[in-house]
DNA sequence: CAAAATACCTACCGGTTGGTATGCTGTAGT
DNA sequence: ACTACAGCATACCAACCGGTAGGTATTTTG
C-alpha cells in the first residue's frame, strides 16, 4: 500500500500556502502557520522547495496563474463578441460577491503590490503573468475591431492595459470598503467605459 | 541652548516610519530600521508611540492625510472646472514621474491592500481617508453638472468612487510594470473616460 | 533481495522581531 | 537653586522567524 504520495503533498503545502498568503501576504505568511493547517512539518516543505521564496513563486506559477488563466484568460480569449464577454465576466464577478476575493482581494494584484518594490524576481514573474493577461484582452479587442464592433481609432493594448488595471483598482478599493455594492458601482462604471468602445 | 525638542523628535520618527512603510508595508517594516535611519532609539518611539500600530495610524493621519490633502484634494476642491482640474492632476503625475510614487506605488493603496483584511482599525482610517477623497471628487463632478459640463444622468458619487479606485489601479499596475510610459498611457486612457462624462 | 535514493519527521539554531524595565539628563516651574 | 517630570538612552526579554542537521521509514532501482 501506498503511504507515501509526494505529488499530492507538494500541493497539498501549495494549497495551504497559497490561502495563508493571501491572507497575510506574502512577506507575512509564516511557514508555522502554512504547516499549521496541513499535518505536515518543515521536513516535508523543505524537501519539496528550497526556500520560501521559491515556494511563493511556484504558488504564483502553478496556483494563481491556473486559476486566473481559467476564471478570466480562457473566456475573454475564446469570446466571439469581445466586448460583451468582458462585461459578462464583470456582470458575473459583481454577483457573485465571493467573498474570500472580494474581503482577500485578487491574489495576483495583492502580490504585485507587495513584493513589486521589494524583490525583482517576484516582479518578472508577476508581470509575466499580468502581461499575459493584457495580451489576452488586448487581442481580444483587436478581434473586435476586425470585426467591426470596436472603434478602430483606439490603441488595443494600451485600452486592455487600461481596463485591467481599472478592475483591479476597483476590486482593490473594494476590499477596503468591504461592501459588494460598492463593487458592482465601480463594475457598472467600468462596463460603462467599455460601452463607449464600440464602434 | 535647546537640545530636546520633543516635536521635532516626534516628526522625525514619523517621517522616517512613513519612508519605512512606504519601501516595505506596514507589517515588514522593521522599528529597528526607522530608527537606524534617524540617530534616536527604541526610548524615544516609544516614549511618543504607544506600540507600532498606533505609531502605523499616526503616520497614516499626520504625514499621508496631510500629503494627499496637499496633493490631490485640495486642488480638485478648488477647481472651478472639476473636469480639467481632474485631468490637469492626472497630466502632472503622468510628467512628473515621480520615482518614489511610481515604484513604490501610493502610500494609501498600499497600506490599504496589505491592512485592510488584516486589521480592522488600520481598514476603518484607511477607508476615512479614501471615503474623503471620493467625497472631494464627487463634489467637484455635482458642481460640474449644476454648471451644465458635466452629464447630469450620471452618479457623482459613483463616477467618482470609480475614477479614484482606476487612478490607483493604474498607479499599482505601473509599479509593477516599472514603465512611466504605461502609466502615462493608462492616465491618458483615465482621461478619456473623464471626456466621456462631459455634457 | 540488497542497496540506494526519496520522502518525511524531530529537534534545534542563530537572528530578528516588537516590547519593557530602568536609569540618566536636560529643562521648566517655583 | 531645588524639585519634579518629560525626554530619551541602554540593556534586556520572550516569541517567533526562516532555515538546517540528522535520523527514520518507505520506495525505487540494480
Redesign the pocket.
Known amino acids: ?10 500541493q497539498t503545502i501549495l494549497a495551504a500556502a497559497y490561502a495563508e498568503i493571501h491572507r497575510q501576504g506574502f ?1 507575512a ?5 502554512i504547516l499549521a493547517d496541513t ?10 522547495f ?4 521559491a ?1 511563493g513563486l511556484a504558488v504564483v506559477e502553478e496556483v494563481i496563474r491556473p486559476e486566473l488563466t481559467a476564471a478570466m484568460l480562457t473566456p475573454v480569449a475564446r469570446a466571439e463578441h469581445p466586448l460583451r464577454a468582458l462585461q459578462a465576466l464583470l456582470e458575473a464577478k459583481a454577483q457573485t460577491a465571493d467573498e474570500a476575493l472580494l474581503t482577500l482581494g485578487c491574489p495576483l494584484n495583492n502580490l504585485m503590490q507587495e513584493m513589486s518594490p521589494v524583490d525583482e524576481d517576484f516582479r518578472r514573474q508577476l508581470n509575466r503573468l499580468f502581461t499575459d493577461w493584457v495580451a489576452v484582452v488586448a487581442e481580444a479587442l483587436a478581434r473586435g475591431q476586425a470585426a467591426g464592433e470596436v472603434r478602430r481609432d483606439l490603441d488595443a493594448r494600451q485600452t486592455a492595459y487600461f481596463v485591467v488595471s481599472a478592475l483591479e483598482g476597483c476590486i482593490g478599493m473594494s476590499k477596503n470598503t468591504q461592501s459588494p455594492a460598492a463593487f458592482r458601482g465601480c463594475a457598472l462604471q467600468l462596463a460603462g467605459f467599455l460601452e463607449g468602445l464600440k464602434a
Open positions: 500500500m501506498n503511504t507515501r504520495q509526494p505529488d499530492q503533498t507538494r512577506q505568511a509564516s511557514l508555522a502557520r499535518s505536515l512539518t518543515k521536513g516535508a516543505l523543505y524537501h519539496h528550497p526556500d520560501k521564496k515556494l
